[in-house]
C-alpha cells in the first residue's frame, strides 16, 4: 500500500494531534496553521483534517491540494467549512455527527426543566434568603417540536420522550423516520407553523443553509404559544435576533434558552443579556471534558475506512449543506 498523506489544520500544540500517533507507519502527517506549513505535503496529500482552521486558510491549503481525496471536519456543523470549489468538487467531505448529540439533547432537557421549574426563581428566593413558594409545571404531556431531526434532534427527542413528552419533529424528508418511536409525529418542511402552534418548547437543531437563515422571525413568534419556550443549540442565524428579543421583551414567548448568537461572543451589553427570561450559554453546551478526544477517535475510526477502500461515516451532502 502506497504511503498516505494527511494535512492536520491545527496549531501543532493542539493535544489531541497526539492521538495520530495510532495511525499506521505508512501515514505522513503534516499540522500548521499557516498556508507554508503545507508547502511540501500539499501537492501529494491525499487527506485534510480541518481540526480547527478558519475559512480562510482551509480555503487556501485545498488550492494547494490537487490530489485530495477526502477531508474530514472536526465541526458537525459545515456553515463554516464551505466553499464553492469544494462544493463542486467530487472529494468526499466527513464531520463529526454524533459526537455532540449527547450532550445537546442532555443541555436541551436542562433548559426544558429550567422553565418548567423555574429554576431561576428557586436560586433568586434562596439568595435572598426567601421562603416563596409558587406553581411548577410538568414537563410530561407538554409538547416539544423539533425542527431539524437530524442526529442530534434525535438524541433530543429520545431523551423528550423518556420523560412523557409529545415529541413533534420537522425535516425536509419525513418519510425516513415513519418508524421512529420517539416521536408522534414527522412534519414536512412546508409545515412549520404547525408545529409552532402545537409546541410548548420549540428546539432549533436545523443545519444553518441559506434557506434555514432566519426562519424564525416575527411572524413565527406571533405563531407560537403566549407560554412557549425558544431553545436554540443549531445556530444564531436560524432565529431573527432582534425579532427574539422584541418577542422576549414583550412576553410574547415565555423564554428562550440560547447557545448560539449572530455574533459570537456576545457583545457587552446586548439586550439579551438585561433580561430575565432567556438562558444564556456561551457556545459551549457540547463541551464535555473529553469531546475532542471522542472528534479525533472518530477520525482515527473513518481513516481506516479510508485505507481499506470502505465507504466512509458522515458523509455529508455539499450542496445542501448537511
Not at 276 to 293: F, G, I, Q, R, Y
Not at 315 to 322: P, R, T
Request: proline share 7%.
Amino acid at each position: 500500500m502506497d504511503d498516505i498523506t494527511v494535512m492536520v489544520l491545527a496549531h501543532p500544540a493542539e493535544p489531541q494531534l497526539a492521538m495520530l500517533e495510532a495511525l499506521p507507519a505508512d501515514t505522513n502527517v503534516t499540522a500548521g496553521d499557516k498556508p507554508a506549513a503545507f508547502s511540501r505535503a500539499a501537492p501529494a496529500a491525499d487527506v485534510i483534517l480541518n481540526w480547527s482552521a478558519s475559512l480562510e486558510l482551509f480555503e487556501d491549503v485545498w488550492r494547494m491540494s490537487p490530489r485530495v481525496r477526502w477531508v474530514h471536519s472536526r465541526s458537525a456543523g459545515l456553515d463554516g467549512v464551505l466553499f464553492p470549489s469544494l462544493i463542486e468538487s467530487p472529494v468526499p467531505l466527513t464531520n463529526s455527527r454524533g459526537v455532540f448529540s449527547g450532550p445537546l439533547g442532555e443541555f436541551v432537557i436542562g433548559a426544558v426543566m429550567f422553565f418548567a421549574k423555574d429554576f431561576r426563581r428557586m436560586a433568586l428566593s434562596h439568595m435572598r434568603g426567601v421562603w416563596d413558594q409558587f406553581d411548577i409545571t410538568e414537563v410530561a404531556g407538554q409538547t416539544l417540536g423539533i425542527i431539524g431531526y437530524g442526529d442530534i434532534g434525535r438524541a433530543v427527542a429520545s431523551r423528550a420522550h423518556a420523560l412523557g413528552m409529545k415529541v413533534v419533529a420537522l425535516r425536509r424528508r419525513p418519510e425516513l423516520s415513519g418508524d421512529d418511536p420517539n416521536v408522534r409525529e414527522v412534519l414536512g418542511a412546508n409545515q412549520k407553523y404547525e408545529l409552532l402552534a402545537r409546541s410548548d418548547y420549540v428546539v432549533m437543531v436545523t443545519p444553518l443553509t441559506p434557506k434555514t437563515q432566519g426562519m424564525i422571525g416575527k411572524p413565527e413568534f406571533a405563531a407560537m404559544k403566549p407560554g412557549a419556550v425558544l431553545i436554540n443549540i443549531g445556530r444564531g442565524l436560524l432565529v431573527d435576533e432582534r425579532a427574539l428579543v422584541e418577542a422576549l421583551e414583550k412576553k410574547r414567548i415565555r423564554g428562550a434558552a440560547l447557545d448560539v448568537f449572530d455574533t459570537e461572543p456576545l457583545p457587552a451589553g446586548h439586550p439579551l443579556y438585561k433580561l430575565d427570561n432567556v438562558l444564556l450559554s456561551p457556545h459551549c453546551a457540547d463541551h464535555t471534558p473529553d469531546w475532542k478526544e471522542r472528534a479525533m477517535q472518530f477520525f482515527l475510526e473513518n481513516f481506516e475506512r479510508f485505507r481499506r477502500g470502505e465507504p466512509l461515516l458522515n458523509v455529508v451532502n455539499k450542496k445542501l449543506g448537511y
